[in-house]
């Protein structure tokens, strides 16, 4: 039943515009907590002497990997730490509990230095930016900052290269 005050016209089965954005608040915050939001992985390979785990995989803690014996994985987590695991012949878990999510964006920093650069050319202007030598650039935070200036991703790749062989990660067991 509509009926006027005068100046307007009321419909007072119509919903009030603050029952619609309660509405919507929460079909957001069921889509966000239902839905498919990605969340990194806990361990990045750095090296491994499985040629069908290929560097630059992200694993999560507790996974099962089919790592057979006498092979070996070293893996990074977002924080620097190293981890190498061996295979037996029922394969390998991956140890420690789940990251933080405030780390999922450095892991994927991390990711993006592990994994190898793109091959062929790249198409548009690139202005590099004054990058630090990759001398200089000795602990995790360094060089993911490096790695987020403009131009300055193959500077980070080299010294997270000395990052890791410092840190134990042997270089030699790895298959790209």
Request: glycine share 10%; with cysteine.
């Given at each position: 039943?509509?009926?006027?005050?005068?100046?307007?016209?009321?419909?007072?089965?119509?919903?009030?515009?603050?029952?619609?954005?309660?509405?919507?608040?929460?079909?957001?915050?069921?889509?966000?907590?239902?839905?498919?939001?990605?969340?990194?992985?806990?361990?990045?390979?750095?090296?491994?002497?499985?040629?069908?785990?290929?560097?630059?995989?992200?694993?999560?803690?507790?996974?099962?990997?089919?790592?057979?014996a006498g092979k070996s994985l070293t893996l990074m987590r977002a924080s620097g730490e190293l981890v190498t695991v061996r295979g037996a012949a029922a394969?390998?878990?991956?140890?420690?509990?789940?990251?933080?999510?405030?780390?999922?964006?450095?892991?994927?920093?991390?990711?993006?230095?592990?994994?190898?650069?793109?091959?062929?050319?790249?198409?548009?202007?690139?202005?590099?930016?004054?990058?630090?030598?990759?001398?200089?650039?000795?602990?995790?935070?360094?060089?993911?900052?490096?790695?987020?200036?403009?131009?300055?991703?193959?500077?980070?790749?080299?010294?997270?290269?000395?990052?890791?062989?410092?840190?134990?990660?042997?270089?030699?067991?790895?298959?790209?």
């Open positions: 039943m509509w009926y006027s005050d005068g100046l307007r016209t009321i419909d007072p089965d119509r919903r009030t515009g603050v029952n619609t954005m309660r509405k919507l608040m929460i079909a957001a915050a069921f889509s966000l907590a239902f839905g498919g939001v990605a969340v990194a992985s806990d361990y990045i390979v750095v090296t491994s002497s499985d040629p069908a785990i290929k560097r630059g995989q992200a694993f999560d803690a507790g996974a099962k990997v089919a790592l057979g394969g390998a878990t991956i140890p420690g509990a789940k990251l933080a999510a405030a780390d999922a964006a450095r892991f994927e920093a991390i990711r993006s230095l592990v994994q190898p650069p793109p091959e062929g050319r790249t198409f548009g202007a690139r202005r590099g930016g004054i990058c630090q030598p990759a001398e200089t650039l000795v602990t995790l935070d360094q060089i993911v900052a490096a790695s987020e200036q403009s131009g300055c991703k193959s500077v980070a790749r080299q010294a997270l290269e000395a990052y890791l062989a410092k840190n134990g990660a042997v270089a030699e067991t790895q298959h790209n």
